[in-house]
């Protein structure tokens, strides 16, 4: 696939390199300088502008599949995306910093055809995408990840395992999961397996579990949530762009919220376009203010503002106060698994989800690839079965590498197999794989959507 890059900033670097070894890649910026960070990965670079039409043909935009803007500026942006839909039928994705832009797209993607050429495919706010990660970790206590699949009748949620948890230390076969729960995978430290019913569930644990919405419902309310872990409160540390959000979006539930934040002028406008939430003019960083207002006794304490040293800082003293659960902004994806080993809960990067959208929804989608967990390490792929595939149980499959077919769609059903269940013939498979055996099982079953 060859794809065209708009800005060489950090979401670009992010990009570049997760893609530059399957993909063609080309990377356009004004500045050669930032144009050289790339000389150690194997891709093309252009000095220019990519909203000029001379620049866009010398990247011979006609045979792109991909075009990403993402550049400083929302409306070089939108720009770019615009020239490119004219010149070819590469897929347009284009990141805006403001809400005003997403919003203006909006309203102009709902009103033109499909095919015009005015239609930008794609728009990324990589801050909408942080609020809504963090508010779906929320509204499922205690989970660390929480995806939807199949219209909603299929599911994915991530726990961690902690000291009082009835699964520590004890074997997956022994645990007693209802049978349409399947645990696909296990984090541990760094490392992501697939695991067999001889492997134990260890403290600090990242387990995944697949499954329909009301088996996982089950699954959650037998091990992981009780009266204690149900979310009643919830304190949210810094009131930008993500805290704003959340805080909106936290008022459409029972979810009681308060908001700290350092910037007076801020409070004025949060206090004027938030009805329910408690908006309180501090330092967050301010041990003695979280002890006057009660953060220990928080049941979730939420760091978003714009800087990780603040955040982790907010973060750890909350923990320290005894704050049940914190969940943490991170900028540098370098540092989230460092964040988690050092007290975080959960730790939440708008980049990450950026990157993650741009994998789900463009990148992997055309080799059926659903969603990514475990910052890239396991996949959850869609296989459709090929048409000569002769019937086999599902323990009788010879698989090329360890996987887990979680769900498969028959017709309009859904089904969770069990060993003696058949696998069939154009039968559409929800499997949980390591990133790197994607495409042994791809291969084994035939052909992917296309």
């Not at 540098?332 to 950026?354: C, R, Y």
Request: aromatic share 6%; proline share 2%.
């Amino acid at each position: 696939m060859k794809i065209v890059i708009y800005g060489a900033g950090d979401i670009t670097s992010i990009i570049a390199a997760e893609f530059f070894e399957d993909h063609d890649i080309i990377v356009i910026d004004p500045d050669p300088v930032k144009l050289s960070q790339f000389a150690h990965l194997d891709l093309s670079t252009i000095a220019g502008d990519a909203s000029n039409i001379n620049i866009l043909n010398q990247a011979d935009i006609k045979s792109a599949d991909v075009f990403i803007a993402a550049s400083d500026l929302d409306e070089a942006n939108i720009v770019a995306c615009l020239m490119t839909r004219y010149l070819s039928c590469a897929q347009t994705v284009c990141f805006v910093s403001r809400k005003e832009c997403q919003n203006s797209l909006k309203i102009i993607r709902e009103n033109v055809q499909k095919d015009d050429d005015i239609n930008i495919n794609f728009v990324v706010w990589p801050e909408e995408l942080l609020t809504r990660e963090i508010f779906s970790i929320l509204t499922v206590p205690d989970a660390v990840d929480v995806e939807s699949f199949n219209q909603g009748r299929a599911k994915l949620l991530e726990y961690r395992i902690k000291e009082n948890s009835p699964l520590l230390n004890k074997k997956l076969k022994d645990a007693g999961f209802d049978g349409e729960t399947l645990v696909v995978g296990i984090a541990r430290g760094e490392e992501l397996f697939i695991p067999i019913g001889e492997d134990e569930f260890k403290l600090n644990d990242k387990c995944i579990f697949m499954g329909t919405p009301e088996s996982l419902d089950l699954t959650s309310i037998k091990f992981f949530v009780d009266e204690k872990t149900a979310i009643k409160n919830a304190a949210i540390i810094g009131g930008g762009t993500v805290g704003f959000e959340l805080a909106k979006s936290l008022e459409k539930t029972k979810i009681k919220a308060k908001l700290i934040e350092k910037n007076y002028q801020r409070c004025e406008f949060l206090s004027e376009n938030l009805n329910k939430t408690l908006i309180l003019n501090a330092d967050g960083t301010n041990s003695e203010f979280l002890v006057q207002e009660g953060i220990g006794q928080m049941d979730v304490v939420i760091a978003v503002t714009d800087s990780d040293e603040k955040n982790l800082l907010c973060s750890l003293l909350a923990k320290q106060l005894g704050a049940k659960r914190v969940i943490t902004r991170v900028e540098q994806l370098a540092t989230v698994s460092l964040f988690e080993n050092v007290g975080v809960d959960v730790a939440v990067s708008p980049k990450q989800a950026a990157l993650n959208e741009i994998k789900d929804q463009i990148i992997d989608s055309k080799m059926g690839i659903l969603a990514t967990v475990e910052r890239g390490l396991g996949k959850v792929q869609e296989i459709k079965v090929r048409s000569d595939f002769k019937d086999t149980p599902l323990m009788e499959l010879k698989l090329p590498c360890r996987a887990v077919i979680a769900i498969i769609q028959r017709g309009s059903r859904i089904l969770i197999p069990k060993g003696k269940t058949l696998i069939r013939a154009n039968d559409t498979l929800l499997t949980f794989v390591m990133a790197g055996d994607a495409e042994k099982i791809r291969n084994f079953f035939g052909s992917n959507k296309d």
